[in-house]
């Protein structure tokens, strides 16, 4: 274990009061900073000297802890999650700075993902989407027995990386197109991947990816910075895959999307 | 066709249309490769300047010619439209923006390149293409004995012949053509022209080792098994030997004629 | 007033069929007459509001996350329990029943349990249909493995993010609704209390967090899937934002609240560095197959570890205690939790814990990765690894982990009947927001199990027969005056927090409170520890609500306001967990009053006077609650002391 460090850091915030006021840039300092505490845990403290000042602490999203639950963004110099690959910012610890460094803290920012306030966005367009067809149609009770249908193992797990994604928005905070691909199409696999998503396979890739651009996510243009941010390591063979599926389904199949 | 028009008119389907039209001009560039390199045989350009004009007056080739003049203007459309589009889907953007910590510089500016490209090809077009097809060039003939097998060239006014011919007479094979390659010989003397070309290639290089690549991504292609071997075509077909050969020409001619 | 449980006549087996048979129906084309809302979108409220959906019923669905999926059922790491015997190894639902009984420490509901076996094998059927990817064989079949000190394989799982995928899976059920418009789904709402109507919950008062809106939502149904109340101890391995807050509120409006003194407490955590420390981080039981739990065997060693003057591999195979397994040879590192956990304590309490802290011991894989070699090892824990790594900046391929016991589960909760039903008719409590299931002490891979077997194949039926019973399928009347009247309440507590200008700040008051519940109400109580932190709760609650301070308004996202009105609840709900405590003078489970051990110091039941179910009934402001007893009959089983000898 590396030696317990404190540090002094100047971290430069945006700060915005809600999704209809313009937000600006406030510098703030951030003293006494120890090495083992985790990046959220650095603004817990930051927020703690706030309210004691009576000034509004800074609102960011947040809820496990443990980088699985996906509510964490953050934009830190640069990069979503900060500076580790393969991590969400909950999962950052100090140890990744050092004494003296600037900080520039920004919301995730993309048309599709308004800033409510402060470094907080409001993440819905990858619910609406995931509505649009991301299931499986059968209802609670009458399904077969879980062994009826035997998944070979390459395609269990093939699905289960594709089901690992945590919706973050870090694929779209990376992109300079802020598209949504990455995102969509983790979920198109997971389903076309495995004999259950089979049936609804085509209107589904249709579906979502007519949702998407609704939303107003970019398009792809395979810098591949989505695939290097993403926490946990969604593979770009997915964005091949869910144009696979779509370009099959518009250009193949008879079926068109549920509307 | 509604299912084809929404196809196209999505994020993906513009994808399509630009992997499509690239690739189509990545082949073009094999195929113009191939002829290019008929200027570095050394008989005085006639290789090339047969090439020239079958290249300019077999139909089949003459139908692809269209496609491709298509296939560049939709290209660099396309590319301004998905830009304009990628830059709403961000309308406020970062103070601080690490995009080297997870991309390579060419796939984050293939607009720029492109642009250089587009140049380029203009730039390229006005010096040969426009030429040629303008009579701006000159004419030459090659009059080869055919027992010795050399060949004797004289320079043509434009008043003295209209067209490309090619027959025997007393012996002597008779070739007349547009000489092509004496504009090529005489605009690589150019030394800004020549940089600028190599630049240009240097430009088409991480263009298309990004472009290739994705091509495939967005047509859906990415399999484990055969994805290496599209890597290996984009890095060294397109990547670094169709540019250095076609870096080579205007150097060639700079300093070795 | 009466407890009454409504366990159906009859069998153990035979009950739960029985019951639903008898349960009323309601006619399909009526039930898009009635209007369910459900709080908390994990796993419990995910699959119940798509269930109900499903059959017809409108739901309105209500979550403090940003989205329904980000609930905290998604952190669950190990697997889910069912006794579908794929491996031939002597499962049964019987033993499943049996095991749970068992690992409750007799302390929960033979029928609940029973039919929460019953039902563990339907859910993996209905997981698997919904496109879960869980582990399979390279035959194509379901794997398993055998978790949390089962003596059967019947565990299954999605590597080391079970919750993560069976929560995707509810959640995608839950989309499927939504985009058929039978879900209206609230997210960043929190719920601030129940709408009473003749005594029956007719509805809720939210805040929109966004816009700070207050406002109430009718239904004719309540149901609550808030998960627990470990957060009273400020660092737990819950997520920041879990709360009683929604629990609480309906408890105030008459929800006898059960158990509340049963908390879990997870052995293998990751230690806490520093005050600043927000969350405690789980690493999964399955660790404990092959990691071996140690600290040295002299309080002399364990003082050079601390102070890095030796490094663990320097310590000498015979200076090494391996506590549980010289304690308990049979299941040696696989004890259940609570043993774990309680015996990790006792190490560190005798002077023999490791890290800076002293408040640790180690989880070795050498042994491990001697026997299997590195690659295996890394295949089955390679993510737990990895976390671990992240978080603590030390390889645990090199050296051993330090884990210490943090707050993990709350078998308390809201009293509820078969049906589910809490004490307030119409109001339902699902999952871990219930007491049901899991009696003094949960056993690995259970919690997702209950979670989903209330919401997929217990609520889909219960609720229905009260529905009928209501006699009317006439919408809830938006304008009775209720509505308006505790929306108002809501509007005045909230102002009240607002109103609150003090020196300290929220989080002052939630770690002093955490301090007072881990010290007298954690791992190991007794009458006077628990005597004096009834008083200290008391005095922080003064301390609140003269002394903090709360920013901002009600109109905007307010982390201070948010944060305020869930550690008020907290201060009330921990004075009950004390007075829980206090009068549960035995031990059990997770509960452990250090007058009633064994001469081992093992937990020591007093079944004779306390095989009962504690329900406490609110009576008003700084009253005291009246304890209600619901008596634990088992005909079935056969109590007998738990050893793991």
Avoid at chain 2, 171 to 195: C, H, M, S, W
Avoid at chain 3, 632 to 639: G, H, I, R, S, Y
């Amino acid at each position: 274990m590396s030696e317990e460090r404190t540090m002094n850091l100047t971290l430069k915030v945006w700060r915005q009061k809600n999704e209809n006021e313009k937000g600006k840039f406030v510098t703030i300092q951030a003293n006494g900073i120890s090495s083992d505490m985790s990046f959220l845990e650095m603004l817990d403290v930051v927020n703690e000297d706030l309210t004691r000042k009576g000034e509004d602490p800074i609102y960011f999203d947040h809820d496990c802890r443990e980088g699985i639950c996906g509510m964490c963004s953050l934009h830190i110099n640069g990069r979503p999650h900060g500076p580790k690959q393969g991590t969400t910012t909950c999962q950052l610890h100090m140890r990744s700075f050092h004494d003296g460094q600037t900080i520039v803290i920004e919301p995730w920012r993309a048309a599709a993902f308004p800033v409510i306030k402060d470094l907080a966005v409001d993440r819905t367009a990858f619910e609406r989407i995931q509505q649009a067809g991301g299931y499986v149609s059968v209802n609670t009770g009458g399904v077969p027995d879980g062994n009826a249908i035997p998944i070979p193992k390459p395609s269990a797990d093939e699905a289960f990386e594709s089901a690992t994604c945590i919706g973050c928005g870090a694929c779209v905070a990376a992109c300079k197109n802020a598209s949504a691909m990455l995102f969509v199409s983790a979920k198109i696999s997971q389903y076309a991947l495995l004999p259950q998503g089979q049936a609804e396979r085509y209107q589904r890739a249709q579906a979502m990816v007519e949702q998407m651009d609704r939303e107003g996510f970019g398009a792809c243009t395979v810098t591949k910075a989505c695939e290097a941010e993403c926490p946990v390591g969604i593979k770009l063979t997915n964005i091949a895959r869910m144009n696979r599926e779509y370009f099959n389904a518009k250009f193949f199949k008879e079926k068109t999307a549920h509307s | 066709m509604s299912s084809f028009n929404q196809a196209l008119t999505s994020t993906l389907g513009k994808k399509l249309i630009m992997a499509l039209t690239g690739l189509f001009l990545c082949a073009f560039l094999i195929v113009h490769l191939i002829g290019n390199l008929q200027l570095f045989k050394d008989d005085a350009g006639k290789a090339f300047n047969d090439y020239a004009y079958f290249m300019t007056h077999f139909t089949p080739i003459k139908a692809v010619s269209y496609l491709l003049y298509a296939s560049i203007i939709i290209h660099a459309l396309y590319a301004l439209i998905l830009t304009v589009y990628n830059r709403k889907a961000r309308p406020i953007g970062y103070a601080s923006f690490a995009g080297d910590k997870n991309s390579t510089w060419s796939s984050r500016n293939m607009g720029i390149l492109g642009t250089v490209l587009l140049v380029f090809i203009a730039t390229h077009m006005a010096n040969f293409w426009w030429k040629f097809h303008n009579d701006e060039v000159p004419y030459i003939e090659y009059r080869t004995d055919l027992n010795t097998l050399e060949t004797q060239v004289t320079e043509l006014n434009a008043s003295e012949f209209t067209d490309y011919q090619n027959f025997t007479q007393d012996g002597q094979e008779v070739t007349r053509a547009r000489d092509l390659y004496k504009q090529v010989a005489y605009a690589f003397q150019n030394p800004i022209l020549v940089a600028f070309y190599v630049l240009a290639m240097a430009a088409m290089s991480f263009h298309l080792i990004h472009g290739f690549n994705s091509a495939f991504q967005s047509l859906g292609f990415n399999h484990r098994k055969y994805i290496p071997i599209v890597r290996f075509l984009a890095l060294w077909v397109f990547g670094i030997i169709i540019p250095i050969a076609f870096a080579a020409m205007p150097l060639y001619f700079f300093f070795c004629k | 007033m009466m407890l009454d449980s409504k366990i159906p006549e009859g069998p153990l087996a035979e009950k739960w069929s029985k019951h639903k048979f008898n349960l009323k129906l309601v006619n399909p084309a009526n039930k898009r007459k009635f209007t369910i809302i459900v709080v908390g979108t994990g796993l419990a409220g995910a699959s119940a509001a798509a269930s109900l959906a499903e059959l017809g019923y409108n739901v309105k669905t209500f979550c403090y996350q940003d989205s329904p999926r980000r609930a905290h059922s998604i952190a669950a790491q190990g697997g889910i329990n069912a006794a579908k015997n794929y491996q031939n190894d002597g499962d049964s639902v019987y033993r499943l029943f049996y095991d749970t009984i068992k690992g409750g420490d007799y302390r929960a509901r033979e029928a609940n349990v029973y039919r929460l076996a019953e039902v563990s094998v339907n859910i993996i059927d209905q997981c698997v249909a919904q496109g879960v990817p869980f582990a399979r064989e390279y035959g194509g079949l379901l794997d398993n493995r055998s978790f949390g000190g089962a003596q059967v394989s019947r565990t299954f799982y999605a590597r080391g993010q079970t919750g993560q995928q069976l929560l995707l899976g509810a959640y995608s059920a839950l989309n499927r609704q939504i985009n058929a418009g039978k879900v209206t789904s609230y997210t960043r709402h929190e719920m601030l209390d129940v709408v009473m109507i003749d005594g029956h919950a007719k509805g809720i008062v939210t805040r929109d967090l966004k816009t700070g809106k207050i406002e109430s939502h009718e239904g004719h149904a309540v149901l609550l899937c808030t998960g627990g109340y470990g957060n009273v101890f400020f660092l737990s391995t819950n997520a920041m934002g879990c709360n009683v807050t929604a629990a609480w509120r309906a408890h105030k409006r008459g929800a006898f609240f059960a158990n509340p003194c049963y908390t879990q407490i997870h052995p293998t955590c990751i230690p806490v560095t520093g005050d600043h420390q927000s969350k405690l981080t789980l690493m999964s039981e399955s660790l404990r197959n092959d990691g071996r739990v140690w600290v040295p065997k002299t309080v002399d060693l364990a003082e050079k570890l601390r102070k890095g003057e030796l490094k663990p591999s320097d310590i000498k195979e015979d200076d090494r205690d391996y506590f549980l397994e010289r304690k308990y040879p049979s299941f040696g590192n696989l004890v259940p939790r609570d043993v774990a956990s309680r015996n990790a304590k006792m190490m560190c309490d005798e002077g023999r814990g490791v890290g800076k802290t002293g408040l640790a011991v180690f989880l070795d894989f050498a042994d491990a990765i001697q026997r299997m070699g590195e690659d295996t090892v890394r295949a089955k824990y390679g993510n737990l690894f990895d976390m671990y790594y992240q978080i603590t900046d030390e390889n645990p391929y090199q050296q051993p982990m330090r884990i210490y016991p943090a707050v993990h589960y709350t078998m308390g909760g809201l009293w509820v009947d078969y049906n589910l039903m809490t004490s307030i008719p119409g109001l339902y409590a699902l999952g871990e927001c219930n007491f049901s299931d899991h009696g003094a002490n949960r056993l690995g891979a259970s919690a997702l199990m209950q979670g989903l077997a209330d919401g997929y194949f217990v609520i889909p039926y219960t609720v229905g027969d009260y529905l009928t019973s209501l006699g009317s399928f006439a919408p809830v009347d938006k304008n009775h005056p209720a509505f308006e009247a505790t929306r108002k309440e809501v509007e005045g507590k909230v102002n009240k927090l607002l109103s609150l200008k003090g020196s300290k700040t929220v989080d002052d008051i939630h770690k002093k409170l955490g301090h007072i519940m881990w010290e007298y109400c954690g791992m190991a109580r007794n009458e006077e520890g628990l005597k004096k932190a009834k008083g200290m709760i008391q005095e922080l609650r003064k301390e609140f609500w003269s002394d903090v301070t709360v920013l901002g308004e009600n109109e905007e996202l307010n982390l201070s306001l948010e944060k305020a009105g869930r550690v008020a609840d907290f201060l009330e709900l921990g004075e009950l967990m004390v007075d829980d405590a206090l009068n549960r003078s035995e031990s059990c489970g997770g509960h452990f009053r250090e007058e009633s051990a064994t001469p081992e110091g093992e937990a020591k039941r007093d079944d004779e006077n306390f095989a009962y179910v504690a329900a406490w009934q609110y009576n008003g402001d700084n009253q005291p609650e009246t304890l209600h007893k619901e008596p634990l009959v088992f005909e079935n089983v056969k109590l007998t002391q738990r050893s793991y000898k």
